[in-house]
């Protein structure tokens, strides 16, 4: 009711027509590079009876959770890039904030139970097939999925509460957050401070846990006593390891502080990181690093 504009103006790329075809032909090949990638790895996972572990069961949901990711933002972006420009209503805007706001933290979950999973394939292998059974992955999936979505409801009714009543253009090519801050005529320092509260819980947590679980395994490998055992344990890992160090980092980087100077020069630079190079590369490093898919590829 607050709200007196009835859509926003996505202004995407603003340079020449001939750039915006060739970045146009550049992101709707990773695109199709991105869902081929991840369908591959759901594909490969439901079928190979040799990939039926707790490990390839969350690797499938982290693939599911980017070809929604990416599927919510790359397309529009395409139209937005060939068209010079669209529009978007409100309802719509705050629709795609909520959806990939919601699969960013499903990921961030993901990623810790991926974690806790490596933590007890190296640290107790003894109980690990009765810790984390088929049962109890599944429970891990569902409530990092049910999670991920309810957090980001709280988050957007600190968003609801923003006045938009003035301009109505967005540099950007998506709904994100800073951007939406610009343009708002309320005092918005209040919701800033909640949403990167919220912040805090849904990337910082997990990733804390993640890093805990890490320091241990790490120490568990050390304790092993032959080189080729300590490179072979940690090859185990070191696929997961690289994903969270890359995703994570690009969080953090582009959330820590949204209102920075720096970032909104740059924001539509940075959202490309996580939205096309994170969700590109996670298909790739898992099947180049992880030896039991490779064998399957061949």
């Avoid at 961030?108 to 097939?129: E, G, K, W």
């Avoid at 320092?189 to 320091?215: A, D, G, H, R």
């Avoid at 994903?243 to 909104?264: D, N, R, W």
């Amino acid at each position: 009711n607050k709200t007196s504009i009835a859509e926003f103006k996505i202004l995407g790329f603003q340079v020449s027509y001939e750039k915006r075809i060739l970045i146009f032909i550049l992101f709707f090949f990773i695109y199709i590079l991105i869902v081929s990638g991840n369908v591959l790895i759901i594909v490969l996972v439901s079928t190979t009876r040799r990939l039926h572990y707790p490990m390839y069961f969350f690797l499938s949901n982290l693939s599911s959770s980017e070809i929604l990711f990416t599927s919510c933002i790359i397309p529009n972006m395409l139209y937005i890039i060939i068209s010079g420009g669209g529009t978007m209503s409100v309802t719509a805007c705050f629709t795609q904030f909520y959806v990939y706001g919601s699969l960013i933290s499903t990921e961030c979950f993901l990623l810790a139970v991926m974690s806790y999973d490596r933590y007890l394939a190296i640290c107790n292998p003894l109980h690990c097939n009765s810790l984390m059974n088929s049962k109890m992955c599944i429970q891990f999936a569902s409530w990092s999925w049910l999670i991920g979505f309810l957090l980001s409801v709280i988050t957007m009714v600190f968003i609801s509460n923003i006045i938009f009543c003035g301009a109505n253009e967005i540099n950007h090519f998506l709904c994100d957050f800073a951007p939406l801050l610009k343009l708002a005529c309320s005092d918005v320092s209040k919701i800033e401070l909640q949403v990167f509260i919220m912040s805090i819980s849904i990337i910082i947590f997990p990733f804390i846990f993640i890093v805990l679980t890490y320091v241990r395994i790490i120490q568990t490998i050390f304790l092993i006593p032959s080189t080729a055992g300590r490179r072979k344990t940690f090859s185990t890992c070191s696929s997961h390891l690289t994903v969270v160090s890359t995703y994570y980092g690009t969080l953090m980087f582009m959330y820590s502080a949204p209102s920075v100077q720096m970032l909104q020069n740059s924001n539509k630079i940075l959202s490309l990181l996580y939205i096309v190079v994170t969700p590109l590369c996670n298909p790739i490093i898992y099947s180049l690093r992880n030896h039991e898919i490779r064998k399957i590829l061949k």
